[in-house]
């Protein structure tokens, strides 16, 4: 089974910053394409934003010119770097590693943004 571990969530006033991690095995990120997600409470999942293995980014209009997503191979680690946080970016956060028609994802990290 493959692990993607995930950290740095928590609670932060809007306005504020924070920075998830995501480690995935070395055999996964090198291949796969790296992705951020979240679930707000009673919502569907939404794609936040993604990075190829060529570093190629995508980000949700919600989180243009907030959120950056990075990728360090020397660490097998995805970043997604937030600023500017508002209430509505308040959600659980799940790492995603895709590859044609598999998918892996971590266990999600609790991003609350008070107002």
């Known amino acids: 089974q493959v692990q993607l571990v995930e950290s740095g969530g928590g609670l932060v006033q809007a306005g504020g910053s924070l920075r998830l991690s995501c480690a995935a095995p070395?055999?996964?990120?090198?291949?796969?394409?790296m992705g951020w997600y979240r679930q707000a409470p009673g919502k569907q999942r939404e794609l936040v934003g993604t990075?190829?293995?060529?570093?190629?980014?995508y980000y949700a209009d919600s989180v243009k010119g907030r959120f950056t997503i990075s990728r360090d191979n020397a660490k097998n680690t995805v970043y997604l770097q937030m600023n500017s946080l508002r209430p509505e970016d308040t959600a659980v956060y799940y790492c995603?590693?895709?590859?044609?028609?598999?998918?892996?994802w971590g266990q999600g990290t609790q991003v609350t943004v008070s107002s």
């Open positions: 995603n590693a895709a590859r044609a028609s598999v998918s892996f």
């Open positions: 990075i190829t293995t060529g570093g190629n980014r």
């Open positions: 070395g055999s996964i990120f090198s291949i796969f394409a």
